[in-house]
């Protein structure tokens, strides 16, 4: 009985350190969870040069304007017009790939966040359940601690009486 209720004890200890195990596993993607999340914080921060984007694209509708009104009189102008659309295309096009890029970038994290969470979520079912198997081998164990209580008092009970019988003989 000693021997049954050590093992029991041993194999309680170790889904305790199971137990444990997971809830650790869980912090760690909980603090990674807000590490991404800050990440993404960021991420939409440094969405905002998207308007510095439009308004060069504004200034450059701007300056065709200009230009359009002096092209028919100089010639220098409409050069000086074709240097400036360049320019701003030049300038606008490693800002509209960085746009992309950081869009990818979010989806990715976004898609990971995604996994992160159903990963949490099947660890804490799973610590769901083994804490209610638990709870059953433990009621399970404090029934057949009872059961093998009583006998033993019962045991003690016919133990005397026989000892009285004996002596009664």
């Known amino acids: ?3 049954d209720f050590s093992e029991m004890r041993n194999e309680l200890q170790s889904r305790d350190g199971l137990w444990r195990k997971i809830q650790l596993e869980c912090q760690r993607l909980h603090t990674e969870l807000l590490k991404i999340k800050e990440y993404k914080d960021m991420q939409d921060i440094q969405m905002k040069p998207q308007s510095s984007c439009v308004q060069l694209t504004e200034q450059l509708e701007n300056k065709n304007t200009e230009l359009l009104l002096f092209a028919g009189s100089q ?6 017009h074709n240097k400036i659309r ?3 295309y030049q300038e606008e096009q490693p800002h509209c790939s960085e746009q992309e890029r950081m869009k990818t ?4 994290l976004t898609e990971e966040l995604h996994q992160k969470e159903i990963t949490i979520a099947t660890i ?3 610590a769901t359940l083994l804490e209610r198997q638990l709870k059953m081998e433990l009621e399970t164990k404090d029934k057949l601690l009872a059961k093998q209580q009583l006998l033993e008092f019962q045991y003690q009970v016919i ?3 026989n000892i009285h019988l004996k002596e009664m003989v």
Request: glycine share 0%.
């Open 1 to 3: 009985m000693e021997a």
């Open 75 to 80: 010639e220098c102008q409409q050069e000086e």
């Open 86 to 88: 360049n320019h701003v």
């Open 105 to 108: 970038e979010i989806s990715d």
């Open 124 to 126: 804490m079912e799973k």
């Open 159 to 161: 133990k005397s009486e």
